[in-house]
């Protein structure tokens, strides 16, 4: 019995946000769009790092492409990524939906799904909020604008990225971790 409550725990813990830890997410690296390295032991130079996962294709990504670009530009000192999670898109394709969209912020490109299957990034979009430290301060729905796929309320009323940033800014713990992200699955 000792031992089946042993392995049980195991599983447990070992499930719990996808063996994430601060030290392997600063030991990784992506190409970038314009094909250099980035580190993201970069990211404890900021108090604050948002990471996007977005498809080029998806609806939902492209909806909130303004909302994502409004945010990076409000928030002065936050540090914006996105991370393009799949090898199925050529460079064409994401170069045009970051043209498009106007997205001025470090495109990453994750072709084996490393950095998603690290932080268990499941839907696109979704979004982690990373202090310097490596700690996930939230991650999932930007906001509650979208109600399920193909349906949305018009204006979202719960902004839960914005939130928690301003929580963290103000020396809070974050109210609201986690909230399901709606939208494409990560493949």
Not at 136 to 156: M, P, S, T
């Amino acid at each position: 019995m000792k031992n089946v409550l042993l392995v049980c725990i195991i599983v447990i813990l070992c499930n719990c946000n996808g063996y994430y830890s601060p030290e392997k997410l600063f030991k990784e690296t992506l190409t970038t769009l314009d094909n250099n390295t980035f580190y993201f032991s970069s990211i404890k130079k900021h108090d604050l790092t948002s990471i996007f996962f977005l498809y080029p294709d998806c609806p939902m990504c492209i909806n909130y492409s303004s909302v994502i670009k409004k945010i990076n530009q409000k928030i002065k000192n936050l540090n914006t990524l996105c991370v393009i999670p799949s090898k199925h898109y050529s460079l064409d394709e994401i170069k045009e939906f970051i043209s498009t969209y106007k997205l001025n912020f470090p495109i990453l490109l994750d072709v084996n799904n490393n950095i998603s299957n690290l932080l268990n990034a499941t839907t696109v979009p979704e979004v982690f909020l990373i202090d310097n430290n490596g700690k996930i301060k939230y991650n999932g729905a930007i906001d509650n604008w979208a109600i399920e796929l193909g349906k949305n309320r018009g204006v979202a009323t719960q902004h839960f990225l914005l939130n928690a940033i301003n929580e963290v800014d103000e020396g809070k713990t974050v109210n609201i971790k986690y909230v399901k992200p709606i939208g494409c699955i990560i493949d």
